[in-house]
């Protein structure tokens, strides 16, 4: 096999849906469960949780799977405050409580550490939090002229893709940031070239 080749993944067809007890949650915000020796990464899923989930693809080394009805629910889950939260890819972990982002963040720097530096800390200082909202005052944004749409997208990209999000605001960036969106979005679409501007 050649080196750095991609898992061989195939979409998963007329597959039965799956009972599945989540472990943990990646840095993506995914939750992580293993059936049959294998793990599968669980869309909206959260640590403790018990979900119903559809394999959406298989791959050789995991799956992946979106939850389609929560059996038991995390005392963590909350629910998001940005309409564009499941398409935009900003954002992954909007639908945990506080607590819990900063657990899964801190969990997945002691296991970085580990992994890459074999370093174990003796001691944690308490993390450093602050606004839950409207605390960015940058961000990269694409822009896309989307003839189909017949307008012109400033944003995110969607989760796990290469479009725009199509957007309007952002829930983490300030309110005067936010409010350049759409804004951007008109200059823009007065351009003659706004078909040839890069993304």
Known sequence: MARGRRQREGHAENLPELMLDIESVDLEGQGVARTDGKVIFVENALPGERVLA???????????????????????????????????????????????????????????????????????????????????????????????????????HERSSSYVAQMNSCQVLTEEASGLIPQLKRLIESLSIRQRVPQ
């Open 54 to 156: 559809r394999i959406v693809k298989r791959g050789t080394r995991f799956d992946r799977a979106i939850s389609t009805r929560i059996i038991k629910a995390s005392s963590g889950r909350v629910s998001p405050q940005c309409s564009y939260f499941g398409v935009c890819g900003g954002c992954s972990m909007q639908h945990m409580d506080a607590a819990m982002q900063l657990a899964v963040k801190q969990r997945v720097l002691e296991d970085q550490l580990w992994h890459l530096a074999r370093i174990k800390p003796q001691h944690m200082l308490a993390p450093i939090a602050g606004p839950a909202w409207a605390y960015r005052h940058r961000a990269r944004l694409s822009v896309r002229d989307v003839i189909k749409k017949g307008e012109v997208l400033v944003g995110f």
